[in-house]
């Protein structure tokens, strides 16, 4: 099983500031790798997919980087809507297996 | 537009049995793998399993966390899916989505989500 480690499980962030998230999984892999934002009480939805490509009607600030074992989610500009946990998500082998999320909180 | 609509989800006992449905429209069902991934409160997202399209034989692959307990099913005649949830425990509880996917892309689209809570 691939085990993705996401870091940091939380952070605090001003409104303005860059934020990176990574995952690194336990074995290398192919860019089947996808970054999800969830907020409270509210469905996953798909940023990133195959590793850096962004979703339609995604904002441009968010983009995805990264190949092997480390992965990367980049917001340039954290807005006041970006807060919200965020998931890593790896389907390049059986079982599919998410990282831990990252809390990203107001500071 | 793509739609996902689970429902079926309800309070269960240790043990007993529950079967989900999502029901898809807005797009070719047939053509796609489905996913269902699950959520306990406060805690992370948990890849229940999938199921393939025709082409791929509908075969299915599960967590092991649910390997011989859960089956997912289809019948592309209804544009529906599901999942028959035996000998339920109580950390089966939780909200359970169903996801659109296909081969090389994964949980595009997802449904609300269906609320699980295994309890006596």
């Known amino acids: 099983d691939i085990q993705m480690t996401q870091s940091p499980s939380a952070m605090s962030a001003s409104v303005g500031d860059r934020v990176t998230i990574t995952c690194r999984a336990s074995?290398?892999?192919?860019?089947?790798l996808a970054w999800f934002q969830q907020k409270p009480g509210k469905v996953p939805k798909r940023l990133i997919y195959?590793?850096?490509s962004l979703q339609s009607g995604v904002p441009s600030r968010f983009s995805g980087s990264g190949s092997g074992t480390e992965f990367t989610l980049t917001i340039s500009s954290l807005q006041p809507e970006d807060f919200a946990t965020y998931y890593c998500?790896?389907?390049?082998?059986?079982?599919?297996?998410f990282g831990g999320g990252t809390k990203v909180e107001i500071k | 537009e793509v739609q996902l609509v689970e429902s079926g989800g309800g309070l269960v006992q240790p043990g007993g049995s529950l079967r989900l449905s999502c029901a898809a429209s807005?797009?070719?069902?047939?053509?796609?793998?489905m996913d269902w991934v699950r959520q306990a409160p406060g805690k992370g997202l948990e890849w229940v399993g999938r199921i393939r399209n025709k082409p791929h034989s509908y075969t299915t692959e599960y967590a092991a966390s649910v390997k011989g307990r859960f089956t997912i099913s289809r019948d592309d005649s209804k544009n529906s899916l599901y999942l028959q949830m035996n000998s339920l425990k109580t950390e089966d509880s939780a909200v359970y989505y169903c996801?659109?996917?296909?081969?090389?892309?994964?949980?595009?689209?997802w449904g609300q989500g269906t609320l699980v809570t295994v309890s006596s």
């Open positions: 807005g797009f070719t069902f047939s053509d796609h793998y």
């Open positions: 996801a659109r996917s296909a081969p090389g892309d994964c949980a595009g689209y």
């Open positions: 998500l790896q389907h390049n082998s059986y079982p599919l297996t």
């Open positions: 195959a590793a850096s």
């Open positions: 074995q290398g892999m192919n860019n089947f």
